[in-house]
């Protein structure tokens, strides 16, 4: 079955800086790669998703990036605030083939005021 | 619009007690799922459904089951509990097999605690 690796497990940063979060799968037929931001105490919700016909996806301060060769794609999170602390995962699901998703073991993200 | 709604909130049981987890969506999703999370274990597919009469097993099933009697409803059923399923349960839905597939809909979860 599909092996999702998510790195780091946690990350600190200061106001104000990046943030990028990166994960690795191993099934080729993967095509479709959303990510999760999930608040304490709340059910994961979807912040932003990529398919596999494009390389990069940005919605305001967050973007996603596609490599299908290398089989990873990362969430970048630029001018972090301190409401984006949370725990992200990253998912990967391949249309087409079982529709069910894997997901990453999660990032914890403080953001230091 | 409620979405995934998930009952109990908070729950403590004692071992070998039974219960059940309830969820209903109101998306008319055809795919919904159970996922425990556990500390530094990310998410776990524990049952999942394809439509209304059609279950199968994910990642950890040992120790539960559901049934799906309708669209809307997927309860999630502890038949003997145990200290090892203390742990908090997402119900999760989305469509299936169609242009709109992916987004997978949480509800805001039900924790558990087995004495």
């Known amino acids: 079955g599909e092996n999702v690796e998510q790195h780091p497990s946690t990350l600190s940063v200061q106001e104000g800086d990046s943030a990028v979060i990166k994960c690795t799968y191993s099934?080729?037929?993967?095509?479709?790669f959303p990510w999760y931001k999930q608040e304490l105490g709340k059910g994961p919700q979807l912040i932003i998703d990529?398919?596999?016909?494009?390389g990069e996806k940005k919605d305001q301060r967050i973007a996603v990036t596609l490599n299908k060769t290398a089989k990873h794609f990362s969430l970048h999170i630029t001018e972090t605030q301190p409401e984006d602390s949370a725990v992200y995962f990253c998912?990967?699901?391949?249309?087409?083939?079982?529709?069910?998703?894997?997901f990453g073991r999660g990032t914890s993200l403080i953001v230091h005021p | 619009n409620a979405g995934v709604t998930q009952t109990p909130k908070f729950q403590v049981l004692k071992t070998g007690q039974s219960m059940t987890l309830q969820c209903a969506q109101d998306?008319?999703?055809?795919?919904m799922s159970w996922y425990r999370q556990d500390p530094g274990m990310g998410l776990r597919l524990i049952h999942y459904?394809?439509?209304?009469?059609?279950?199968d097993q994910g990642e950890v099933p040992n120790g539960y089951n559901v049934s799906r009697s309708t669209t809307e409803d997927f309860p999630l059923r502890l038949l003997s509990a145990a200290p090892s399923q203390t742990s908090v349960y997402f119900c999760?839905?989305?469509?299936?097999?169609?242009?709109?597939?992916?987004?997978?809909?949480f509800g805001e979860g039900s924790r558990l605690t087995v004495l």
């Open positions: 990529i398919r596999s016909n494009v």
């Open positions: 459904s394809v439509g209304a009469g059609i279950t």
């Open positions: 999760a839905s989305s469509y299936y097999r169609s242009e709109n597939t992916g987004e997978l809909f």
């Open positions: 099934d080729s037929a993967s095509n479709y």
């Open positions: 998306m008319n999703h055809e795919y």
């Open positions: 998912a990967v699901m391949a249309s087409g083939g079982s529709y069910i998703p894997t």
